[in-house]
């Protein structure tokens, strides 16, 4: 079955860059979008980018394009997050999400069924 697993997570200072990874350790190879999102405190979880296996993405969240760039290892079924210029307000726990289809509503939370335990990024001074 899915077992996504994210890591990568940790305390940086404002304008530095982090790398998150996730990978479904259970290699089903049957996942097909794979996304990224966060919780801020206090916050509901939010949507920040979402990359399919073929033909569909990658896509953003406003608050995110430009700085941050999710790609795929389709053999490994896994997904990173390049989070570059890293504000404090990033600072949020950050969950993988994969769906075994691809749906315009890539960026709701309902879309998908397999979730990771999450990562916490704390930005800093």
């Known amino acids: 079955q899915v077992q996504l697993a994210e890591s990568g997570g940790g305390l940086v200072q404002p304008g530095d860059s982090r790398r998150l990874s996730c990978e479904d350790s259970?290699?089903?190879?049957?996942?097909?979008?794979m996304a990224w999102f966060r919780q801020r405190p206090g916050k509901e979880r939010e949507f920040v980018a979402a990359?399919?296996?073929?033909?569909?993405?990658?896509f953003y969240a406003g608050s995110v394009k430009g700085r941050f760039t999710i790609s795929r290892d389709n053999d490994k079924d896994a997904i990173f997050l390049q989070m570059n210029s890293l504000k404090p307000e990033d600072t949020a726990i950050y969950y993988c999400?994969?769906?075994?289809?691809?749906?315009?509503?890539?960026?709701?939370?309902?879309?998908?069924?397999?979730w990771g335990q999450g990562t916490q990024v704390t930005v800093s001074s």
């Open positions: 999400a994969a769906g075994l289809f691809f749906s315009s509503s890539y960026d709701k939370v309902d879309t998908y069924v397999y």
């Open positions: 259970g290699r089903t190879g049957s996942v097909y979008t």
């Open positions: 990359i399919a296996r073929s033909g569909h993405g990658p």
